[in-house]
């Protein structure tokens, strides 16, 4: 239960320090810092090969780091003992459940691993699997054995949970549901990390995040601040008396609404002014940005 | 409001916890993984016939076809065959089986997530040692009868034989497990994993006298065979179920129990840290 205090006053979770890791030639995570304040939902976002999973992955206590200093829980991962596992959760990216048990028996079984179980009954209806309790696994959908993976993630009643990529391969409805899952838990007080790759996703669960590109932290911090922060300036649209649309990116926007008002007597045909989103900030801080 | 208030009942009733707040011993998860793991092995069918008649037809084959007595032995081929293909049976059921199904668990991710979880790696170990006995007693018991009612091998008489067949059965399945479990990570997928297991065993059945009676096997290459549990396995079996008349087939012109013991154990020792030293959670490329 110890953990560490930072100079805000919050007790971390994970506090990640310099971490690195390379694979032959390339590096996957280049000095990568982050702290993970106890009870937050904490958004780990970035394209693919970003090196998000390697760094959940060291987190778990499943992959070596090269450099780095990584506190998760209190404890050294790469040290981790039965009693550390017991607190952290992990729902895996690709996962195999024995195929031929049924829900039930599995999450039962893996209840038995833990000091202190949540109740199985409980945990299948907390995932909404009810009604395939008795069915073999090998029958479930793939979006129901991802509920599978997060209930066997949760039966121990983690302190910490670790998700990577949860949702990829979810319709809009089972993602919704999902969502609903991971703040049921959030609001039960378990501090959760999730790699996504949905910039709605991470919008939507986050208290706060981390844009991970090229193996290193580009942002981090509240969702509505990196807007605030990253996301200067407006696009003003119009269409000109012509016919032809006009698109004007400028750090004054009224400035530029004030002019087309003198231009135009009255209405100004087609006007729209927007500010970036989320995702315009995350294209262009990852280097994804699209020419407009 | 409905949703909230329904969202609340279900967190509070969601916090209801078993357990007595101590990480289970690993001797009473290998028991419960034990459980689990013969329940998951009679759910799939064809691994239960395949497992079960592969021994029972090779016997029935050898057996029949090779029944002459066997020159100053007192015995005939086909009572050869009933010992050697019950150490053929104990080594499938736990070396193959294991060598295969551990790196198939491998190759599905299904060993890394066990590894995310309290659980300690003895536990593993423990259940699938339960797994192998269960399907050795019962791969064991039907060579057996097929032996005594089909090829007149008859069941043993003193108790001192039936204590002798019993720790020949455990050492010899424990070993050829152990030695199961080491080989699951030499393979580098699911793919290959069968090449990679059954090959090395084959070759064992022929220069351990399992195939081919012992005393027509070459030296040098029954001396290689009496590195690995499989020849020692087959010696046991037969100065258990065969008459001491046909101890001249032997290569030491004995059954050499004392032997027999010493290099089992040593194999259930050896096996035991050679998995510790080399079992993987994950495969190659996983890292």
């Given at each position: 239960?110890?953990?560490?205090?930072?100079?805000?006053?919050?007790?971390?979770?994970?506090?990640?320090?310099?971490?690195?890791?390379?694979?032959?030639?390339?590096?996957?995570?280049?000095?990568?810092?982050?702290?993970?304040?106890?009870?937050?939902?904490?958004?780990?976002?970035?394209?693919?090969?970003?090196?998000?999973?390697?760094?959940?992955?060291?987190?778990?206590?499943?992959?070596?780091?090269?450099?780095?200093?990584?506190?998760?829980?209190?404890?050294?991962?790469?040290?981790?003992?039965?009693?550390?596992?017991?607190?952290?959760?992990?729902?895996?990216?690709?996962?195999?459940?024995?195929?031929?048990?049924?829900?039930?028996?599995?999450?039962?079984?893996?209840?038995?691993?833990?000091?202190?179980?949540?109740?199985?009954?409980?945990?299948?209806?907390?995932?909404?699997?009810?009604?395939?309790?008795?069915?073999?696994?090998?029958?479930?959908?793939?979006?129901?054995?991802?509920?599978?993976?997060?209930?066997?993630?949760?039966?121990?009643?983690?302190?910490?949970?670790?998700?990577?990529?949860?949702?990829?391969?979810?319709?809009?409805?089972?993602?919704?549901?999902?969502?609903?899952?991971?703040?049921?838990?959030?609001?039960?007080?378990?501090?959760?990390?999730?790699?996504?790759?949905?910039?709605?996703?991470?919008?939507?669960?986050?208290?706060?995040?981390?844009?991970?590109?090229?193996?290193?932290?580009?942002?981090?911090?509240?969702?509505?601040?990196?807007?605030?922060?990253?996301?200067?300036?407006?696009?003003?649209?119009?269409?000109?008396?012509?016919?032809?649309?006009?698109?004007?990116?400028?750090?004054?926007?009224?400035?530029?609404?004030?002019?087309?008002?003198?231009?135009?007597?009255?209405?100004?045909?087609?006007?729209?002014?927007?500010?970036?989103?989320?995702?315009?900030?995350?294209?262009?801080?990852?280097?994804?940005?699209?020419?407009? | 409001?409905?949703?909230?208030?329904?969202?609340?009942?279900?967190?509070?009733?969601?916090?209801?916890?078993?357990?007595?707040?101590?990480?289970?011993?690993?001797?009473?998860?290998?028991?419960?993984?034990?459980?689990?793991?013969?329940?998951?092995?009679?759910?799939?069918?064809?691994?239960?016939?395949?497992?079960?008649?592969f021994p029972v037809v090779f016997l029935f084959l050898f057996a029949s076809i090779f029944h002459?007595?066997v020159?100053?032995s007192?015995v005939t081929a086909s009572q050869l065959y009933v010992p050697a293909m019950m150490a053929s049976g104990i080594m499938s059921?736990?070396?193959?089986?294991?060598?295969?199904?551990?790196?198939?668990?491998?190759?599905?991710?299904?060993?890394?997530?066990?590894?995310?979880?309290?659980?300690?790696?003895?536990?593993?170990?423990?259940?699938?040692?339960?797994?192998?006995?269960?399907?050795?007693?019962?791969e064991t018991?039907i060579l057996l009868?097929v032996g005594t009612?089909l090829y007149?091998v008859?069941?043993?008489?003193?108790?001192?034989?039936?204590?002798?067949f019993?720790?020949i059965f455990?050492?010899g399945?424990?070993?050829c497990?152990?030695?199961?479990?080491?080989?699951?990570?030499?393979?580098?997928?699911?793919?290959?994993?069968?090449?990679?297991?059954?090959?090395?065993f084959l070759?064992l059945q022929f220069i351990s006298g399992v195939y081919i009676s012992v005393d027509s096997v070459?030296?040098?290459?029954l001396?290689?065979g009496?590195?690995f549990p499989l020849k020692w396995l087959c010696q046991g079996l037969r100065g258990v179920f065969l008459?001491?008349?046909a101890?001249?087939l032997e290569q030491?012109?004995?059954w050499?129990?004392?032997?027999i013991?010493?290099?089992?154990?040593?194999?259930?020792?050896?096996?035991?840290?050679?998995?510790?030293?080399?079992?993987?959670?994950?495969?190659?490329?996983?890292?």
């Amino acid at each position: 239960m110890i953990g560490v205090m930072t100079a805000h006053g919050y007790e971390l979770a994970v506090d990640v320090r310099g971490l690195r890791k390379r694979y032959g030639d390339v590096t996957a995570v280049d000095g990568i810092d982050l702290g993970i304040r106890r009870g937050e939902v904490f958004g780990l976002l970035g394209p693919n090969g970003a090196g998000k999973s390697t760094t959940v992955e060291i987190l778990q206590g499943n992959r070596s780091r090269d450099a780095g200093e990584v506190s998760v829980l209190g404890a050294d991962p790469a040290t981790g003992t039965r009693a550390w596992r017991s607190r952290v959760g992990i729902v895996w990216q690709d996962e195999s459940a024995p195929a031929e048990l049924t829900v039930r028996e599995t999450v039962r079984h893996f209840a038995h691993y833990y000091p202190r179980p949540r109740d199985p009954e409980q945990v299948i209806g907390l995932v909404g699997l009810e009604a395939k309790a008795d069915s073999r696994i090998k029958s479930l959908s793939g979006g129901q054995r991802r509920r599978l993976d997060v209930a066997l993630g949760v039966i121990g009643d983690p302190e910490l949970l670790l998700l990577d990529e949860p949702t990829t391969g979810f319709d809009p409805a089972a993602r919704r549901r999902f969502w609903d899952l991971i703040r049921l838990l959030a609001d039960e007080g378990t501090t959760i990390l999730l790699t996504t790759h949905y910039l709605e996703e991470a919008e939507a669960l986050a208290d706060r995040l981390a844009i991970l590109a090229g193996g290193r932290v580009v942002a981090e911090g509240e969702p509505q601040a990196l807007r605030d922060r990253f996301g200067t300036g407006a696009a003003v649209e119009w269409t000109e008396p012509d016919g032809t649309a006009r698109t004007e990116h400028t750090e004054t926007p009224t400035r530029t609404v004030a002019g087309l008002m003198r231009r135009f007597d009255g209405e100004i045909p087609g006007l729209r002014v927007s500010r970036p989103t989320l995702e315009d900030v995350y294209l262009r801080l990852t280097g994804q940005e699209t020419v407009r | 409001m409905t949703d909230r208030a329904t969202t609340t009942t279900t967190t509070v009733s969601v916090r209801a916890r078993g357990g007595d707040g101590r990480l289970p011993g690993a001797w009473a998860l290998g028991l419960r993984r034990g459980a689990l793991e013969i329940r998951q092995f009679f759910r799939q069918r064809d691994q239960v016939v395949f497992t079960f008649s592969f021994p029972v037809v090779f016997l029935f084959l050898f057996a029949s076809i090779f029944h002459d007595d066997v020159q100053g032995s007192g015995v005939t081929a086909s009572q050869l065959y009933v010992p050697a293909m019950m150490a053929s049976g104990i080594m499938s059921t736990s070396f193959q089986s294991l060598g295969i199904s551990i790196a198939v668990e491998r190759d599905e991710k299904a060993l890394r997530r066990l590894r995310g979880t309290p659980m300690p790696a003895a536990a593993y170990f423990l259940g699938k040692i339960w797994l192998v006995l269960f399907t050795g007693v019962l791969e064991t018991a039907i060579l057996l009868a097929v032996g005594t009612t089909l090829y007149d091998v008859p069941l043993p008489t003193s108790a001192a034989r039936w204590l002798d067949f019993a720790w020949i059965f455990v050492l010899g399945l424990t070993g050829c497990a152990l030695l199961g479990i080491a080989i699951s990570s030499v393979p580098r997928s699911a793919k290959s994993a069968s090449s990679v297991v059954v090959l090395p065993f084959l070759v064992l059945q022929f220069i351990s006298g399992v195939y081919i009676s012992v005393d027509s096997v070459p030296g040098w290459m029954l001396d290689l065979g009496a590195l690995f549990p499989l020849k020692w396995l087959c010696q046991g079996l037969r100065g258990v179920f065969l008459p001491d008349s046909a101890k001249v087939l032997e290569q030491a012109g004995d059954w050499e129990f004392g032997r027999i013991a010493l290099v089992l154990a040593a194999w259930c020792v050896g096996g035991l840290a050679l998995c510790l030293l080399t079992f993987r959670w994950k495969t190659r490329r996983d890292g």
